[in-house]
């Protein structure tokens, strides 16, 4: 296995690791509920598809803007945070395994 493929599979795991922990601040667990299951296949889907390692560091950036603006309970920086972090991903396809 490729120092790359590891580092991101670590990744995806630390990343559904914070959207689960965002998901249980809600206090909502239908979110939660909905959620779990959408992470369960994430990781093989990581490892089939084309999404370059370099962009954890961009996402582990929004991640930490996302969380600043939740600890300041600024709903609006929080939505525009997880808004613009959900859209970083509309140039990956992560249906390629190309």
């Known amino acids: 296995m ?3 493929l590891t580092q991101v599979e670590e990744f995806s795991n630390l990343d559904i690791k914070f959207h689960i922990k965002l998901a249980e601040a809600t206090q909502n667990p239908l979110f939660e509920l ?31 803007k996302i969380l600043q ?7 609006e920086m929080a939505v525009q945070g997880m808004l613009e972090h959900l859209t ?10 190309e």
């Open 34 to 64: 909905f959620l779990k299951p959408y992470f369960n296949g994430i990781v093989d889907l990581v490892k089939k598809s084309n999404v370059p390692p370099e962009r954890t560091s961009k996402y582990t950036e929004a991640h930490k």
């Open 2 to 4: 490729s120092k790359a």
């Open 88 to 97: 970083s991903f509309k140039d990956i396809n992560l249906l390629s395994t």
């Open 69 to 75: 603006a939740v600890e300041s309970g600024n709903s």
